[in-house]
């Protein structure tokens, strides 16, 4: 089990980044002076991070609302650093500027270490120094961005939104609690433990993409090799890469061995790789800063009966990384504790991004689409009335 979990382990980052960050496109245009963006710089424990609060025109006072990004070292526009030199752009600043444009102050924010992670020259000690922290961290540095945000001029601090992604929304549903928001919107919402969520990728996608590429739910290193070149998306292809060996390079790739249990060529994907896999979730997770129990914060499954405020959860029906049928759990948790004002918004053919997505192998973090950030809007004018 031991190859078996530190290949996992180098994995799960990837898996991990996948959870929660955008990559989409950057889009044209910025704020223009219709919408006027005030640059602010927070302090999250010992690194300075740049901040930004996108305001509506015309409006003396306006309701806030908080963004917090997904997994991974993001800046406040969902943007990360994959390699030397090349960054994924994300989308956080179009949906600050289409919530401003309804009349909302926006407050977006650069993770802890994220502009370390663009530079070269920083970027490995950067995400070293990433992976150290926990997700209380997190709590932390979005609570001094809340914090900062009702200090500013224009801003109604009596009407104060959070809104949360994938793993996002585990931060943003402790801080709503904490600070008694207004109102909590989920995107992509964790439900189940961490463990069970990083396993049901595998069980959802990973063997949804891998099964054409095997024999009777069987591959071999020759189909596990034409998934990595097939036409799946990052998370379908992390799945994939699950099934190699820790000594795997590109130029000889092995099956994993401690996957193959029969050692027979063929890794069994239902009976063999799955209950590993699960396996190998519940033992890291507990080992991981950013989920071992002291340092990590409840999904959204347990704080349900605790979520007595207004909730608006968004969804995609092509989620890759969510299973949409976690959200319509959370959707009826909160109806059963008793929560008079909850909504969940299910959105066909829209992925993990709120994007395009042809189907959960295929969820590539497309551009969000207007329908549910106009849905988030409406939602917002009509508790902040």
């Given amino acids: ?5 530190s290949g996992l382990r180098r994995s799960s980052l990837a898996l991990s980044l996948v959870l929660g960050i955008s990559t989409v496109p950057a889009l044209a245009g910025g704020a223009g002076p219709q ?3 005030r640059p602010l710089t ?5 690194v300075s991070a740049q901040a930004t609060l996108t305001l509506p025109a015309g409006r003396a006072r306006a309701p ?4 917090i990004q997904g997994t991974g070292p993001e800046d406040q526009n969902g ?5 030397a030199g090349k960054i994924v752009q994300g989308s956080m600043g179009a949906l600050a500027r289409h919530l401003s444009q309804s009349g909302f102050a926006v407050m977006r924010f650069d993770k802890r270490y994220a502009a370390a992670t663009f530079q070269p020259q920083t970027a490995q000690a950067a ?3 990433y992976g150290k922290l926990g997700m209380t961290d997190l709590l932390a540095d979005a609570r001094t961005a809340l914090n900062a945000a009702k200090e ?4 109604d601090t009596s009407k104060v939104f959070i809104y949360g992604w994938s793993e996002g929304t585990v931060v943003a549903a402790s801080l709503a609690l904490e600070s008694r928001a207004s ?3 989920l995107q992509g919402p964790v439900v189940a433990s961490f463990a069970d969520s990083f396993a049901n990728q595998f069980e959802r996608v990973g063997l949804t993409y891998l099964k054409p590429y095997s024999v009777d739910g069987k591959i071999d290193l020759k189909g596990v090799l034409a998934a990595l070149y097939g036409p799946g998306s990052g998370l379908a292809k992390t799945e994939a890469s699950l099934l190699l060996s820790l000594s795997s390079t590109p130029e000889k790739p092995v099956l994993s061995s401690m996957l193959d249990t029969n050692h027979d060529g063929l890794i069994d994907l239902k009976t063999e790789a799955l209950p590993q896999i699960r396996q190998f979730y519940q033992q890291f997770t507990p080992q991981s800063p950013m989920y071992a129990p002291a340092t990590s914060l409840p999904t959204l499954g347990e704080l349900a009966p605790h979520l007595t405020l207004p909730v608006l959860i968004v969804q995609g029906e092509n989620d890759g990384n969510i299973d949409p049928a976690a959200a319509q759990r959370l959707n009826a948790a909160l109806g059963t504790a008793g929560n008079p004002d909850h909504t969940l918004k299910l959105y066909p053919g829209l992925g993990h991004s709120l994007g395009l997505a042809p189907d959960i192998t295929q969820d590539t973090f497309a551009p969000m689409q207007r329908a549910p950030m106009n849905d988030v809007a409406t939602w917002l004018e009509q508790r902040s009335r």
Avoid: D, K
Wanted: net charge positive; no cysteine; charged share 10%.
């Fill in 1 to 5: 089990m031991n190859s078996l979990r």
């Fill in 35 to 37: 919408h006027p963006e």
């Fill in 42 to 46: 927070l302090q999250f424990g010992p």
């Fill in 64 to 67: 806030l609302v908080l963004l």
């Fill in 79 to 83: 943007s990360y650093a994959v390699a």
């Fill in 127 to 129: 995400f070293t120094a």
């Fill in 152 to 155: 500013q001029p224009r801003v």
């Fill in 183 to 185: 109102g909590l919107i």
